[in-house]
T-cell receptor, first 114, second 114 residues
Framework: AQKVTQAQTEISVVEKEDVTLDCVYETRDTTYYLFWYKQPPSGELVFLIRRNSFDEQNEISGRYSWNFQKSTSSFNFTITASQVVDSAVYFCALRGNGANNLFFGTGTRLTVIP | NAGVTQTPKFRILKIGQSMTLQCAQDMNHNYMYWYRQDPGMGLKLIYYSVGAGITDKGEVPNGYNVSRSTTEDFPLRLELAAPSQTSVYFC?????????????FGPGTRLTVL
């Protein structure tokens, strides 16, 4: 069974603060794939990152960074120096090996206050 | 670059009516998906297709039907609409195959059943 838990329902930060969004997953597969998507107020889903289970190297892309730790089954997302445009709902998702679909968490709504 | 397109953007149905949500992609992707997003929740898979002529059920298929006669199009049919089908519907596609795992989403269709 695949499951993704995003325990933080809503987070508010003041602009320029750093913020970390938590994602904990469950899977029995040894090979799996993790994703983060952003859903801005306009409603579309924007792909941010894909990570394979056999690659635990952390990734940085501009102000965004991801910390993947298999030991704790977590794939956390950090935004550095947050901006108002970062306000959105962020979803973590999991695809098991051989599966065709993504299992989504319930999302974390981030509000960045100017 | 159209990507994944969905029509209509909004629709209000009366209980018992039927309708078809349209989805098209111009990226020559093999895999296509229909998800629904209920308020405050993550996305749940309704149906998916791995290629023209091939469809399969996801987590929540009841009350829906799909067809995939072409690579480009993947319409979702609602028969006998019910209030429980009030949701935002997202279509997604991916190329498929090793290293092409990322799903790209359409802008969504907001459906209200009254």
């Amino acid at each position: 069974a695949q499951k993704v838990t995003q325990a933080q329902t809503e987070i508010s930060v003041v602009e320029k603060e750093d913020v970390t969004l938590d994602c904990v997953y469950e899977t029995r597969d040894t090979t799996y794939y993790l994703f983060w998507y952003k859903q801005p107020p306009s409603g579309e889903l924007v792909f941010l990152i894909r990570r394979n289970s056999f690659d635990e190297q952390n990734e940085i892309s501009g102000r965004y960074s991801w910390n993947f730790q298999k030991s704790t089954s977590s794939f956390n997302f950090t935004i550095t120096a947050s901006q108002v445009v970062d306000s959105a709902v962020y979803f973590c998702a999991l695809r098991g090996n051989g599966a065709n679909n993504l299992f989504f968490g319930t999302g974390t709504r981030l509000t960045v206050i100017p | 670059n159209a990507g994944v397109t969905q029509t209509p953007k909004f629709r209000i149905l009366k209980i018992g009516q039927s309708m078809t949500l349209q989805c098209a992609q111009d990226m020559n992707h093999n895999y296509m998906y229909w998800y629904r997003q209920d308020p405050g929740m993550g996305l749940k898979l309704i149906y998916y297709s791995v290629g023209a002529g091939i469809t399969d059920k996801g987590e929540v298929p009841n009350g829906y039907n799909v067809s995939r006669s072409t690579t480009e199009d993947f319409p979702l049919r609602l028969e006998l609409a019910a209030p429980s089908q009030t949701s935002v519907y997202f279509c997604a596609s991916k190329l498929g195959g090793l290293g092409t795992d990322t799903q790209y989403f359409g802008p969504g269709t907001r459906l209200t059943v009254l």
